[in-house]
């Protein structure tokens, strides 16, 4: 099984379009270790052939692009390609914005929980996507699933979602109360653990999590890869950056750092490889020269990039 990681900034990408803060500077300005990334999104196959998508960013133009594998093949039909899938991890705006990109009548399969196709659904802009060639399909809590393409054949990937602390889509939130609570522990956000049936392993893909506890414990005991929610550093980064008003719990992200931050709370939980993705335009581990990159790598974890790749 091959998994690439083709966007691993959270959204907005890195430099974001708007964003002159510090970092999102120095990307612009080619300062040394300091590297441009899209939004988040990896891309997995089980033959090299045929790919899954796992979120479906802004940026999956760009990302094909940069993709030869993603791209139709020399020798196919004039209209094809190579993805067979879109799985999605929550209905936010960086993961499936880029389905619409994916238009023009092309046959893939899309597989989402009960609510993020709801929203879809009550969106009618999605419908650029013909249910007739792009049929969508539920993924079952808890339930290791088979992806298969359009036609309903086998990937030779299975998928076994769950839900994990987060929070429902920025735009659902009801906007005439800024200050409430729309955390969500009912499968608005999940995480998933992806596997191929000739691999030796599988990988947990968690962009986005709120928090810790037991229960995820110990699903990702003696996981081969985790590839786990970076969003930011500490919790107060946005504020402290001056470039917003909200912390990472109010976004519905655990930080990395703290005693209560996604780096000690898996700390003695056994993992053999250990990434961060959809990394915050904020967050100092960007900077490969910074004091969090290297506390990050010192602590066993990996800084997800644009490209990364890893077989199992």
């Known amino acids: 099984m091959r998994l690439k990681i083709i966007g691993s900034a959270a959204g907005g990408g890195f430099p974001q379009w708007n964003c002159n803060y510090r970092l999102s500077r120095g ?43 993603l791209q139709p093949a020399h020798d196919a039909p004039l209209r094809s390609t190579p993805i067979r899938a879109v ?19 092309q046959p893939f399969a899309i597989y989402a929980t009960t609510q993020v196709l709801a929203t879809l659904e009550a969106n009618s802009i999605f419908n650029v996507l013909d249910p007739a060639l792009v049929p969508r399909r539920i993924l079952p809590p808890a339930q290791e699933l088979s992806i298969c393409d359009a036609d309903g054949h086998d990937t030779g990937m299975a998928v076994e979602s769950f839900p994990v602390p987060g929070k429902i889509a920025l735009y659902l939130e009801e906007r005439g109360q800024p200050d409430a609570n729309f955390s969500s522990d009912a499968g608005d956000t ?19 999590c709120a928090r810790i506890d037991a229960t995820l414990r110990t699903r990702l005991a003696d996981a081969a890869c985790l590839l786990f929610d970076g969003t930011v550093f500490t919790d107060d980064e946005m504020i402290a950056a001056g470039v917003g008003q909200k912390t990472g719990a109010r976004m519905g992200h655990l930080a990395m750092s703290g005693d209560a931050g996604s780096i000690a709370g898996l700390a003695d939980v056994r993992i053999g490889r250990r990434v961060f993705v959809h990394i915050n335009n904020t967050n100092p581990v960007l900077d490969e020269n910074s004091a969090e990159h290297a506390a990050v790598e010192a602590a066993g974890w990996e800084v997800a990039c644009d490209g990364m790749e890893m077989e199992l």
């Open 27 to 69: 990307a612009r300005a080619g300062v040394a270790g300091v590297h441009s990334r899209t939004q988040s999104s990896v891309a997995v196959s089980a033959d090299g052939l045929g790919w899954v998508l796992f979120n479906a960013s802004p940026d999956i133009r760009q990302q094909i692009a940069a993709t030869p594998e």
């Open 87 to 105: 799985v999605l991890t929550n209905a936010d705006v960086d993961h499936v914005v880029g389905l619409l990109s994916l238009r023009e009548r």
């Open 190 to 208: 999940i995480g998933v653990r992806i596997a191929g049936a000739s691999s030796r392993g599988s990988v947990f893909y968690i962009p986005g």
